[in-house]
């Protein structure tokens, strides 16, 4: 916190709080149809309100610097992350150059499939090729039955509504 603003902030609240006096002895005197103390008191709490507007206006002052300081930290913090941004692009684009002349001959990936990984693919191959005229259209039921299929019963359902 800036301590413009601190004092600020500080000296309209001891102001703020001391009118209280004279305002009492402004109410009292007014009861006793004292005119003169009256007015002193008026004019003291008058002064204290003058002098917190004042302390005020030095918050407002403070808190502007404040808000002028952080933009301005702001803005080298945000140059300095750009900065380092480009740094980091450019460490980036040289290591692939580097890289572009270690791998021109290979630039994609290859994959071999073992004894084992083709020896499954063969009992996979042999296992499914039942005949066509073996294999069952079956449809389950909600209780998990097994029910005809609807184009076997040949029984037509209308969706119409």
Do not use: C, W
């Not at 413009?4 to 006793?32: F, H, W, Y």
């Not at 004042?54 to 301005?72: C, F, N, R, V, W």
């Not at 900065?83 to 270690?102: L, P």
């Amino acid at each position: 916190m800036n301590i413009k603003t601190m004092e600020g902030l500080a000296g309209a609240n001891t102001s703020i709080q001391l009118i209280s006096t004279p305002m009492s002895v402004a109410k009292e005197a007014e009861r006793k149809g004292d005119t003169e103390k009256l007015k002193r008191a008026l004019s003291y709490a008058s002064e204290m309100a003058d002098q917190a507007e004042q302390y005020s206006e030095k918050t407002d002052e403070g808190m502007k610097l404040e808000a002028k300081e952080a933009k301005e930290q702001e803005e080298l913090r945000q140059e300095e992350l750009i900065k380092a941004r480009k740094a980091e692009r450019e460490e980036q684009e040289n290591r692939i150059k580097e890289g572009e002349g270690k791998q021109k001959e290979a630039s994609f990936d290859v994959a071999e499939i073992s004894e084992e990984g083709k020896h499954q693919v063969e009992m996979a191959d042999t296992s499914s090729s039942v005949p066509a005229e073996l294999s069952q259209n079956v449809t389950y039921d909600k209780s998990g039955e097994a029910v005809e299929a609807v184009a076997e019963t040949k029984e037509n359902i209308d969706v119409s509504v």
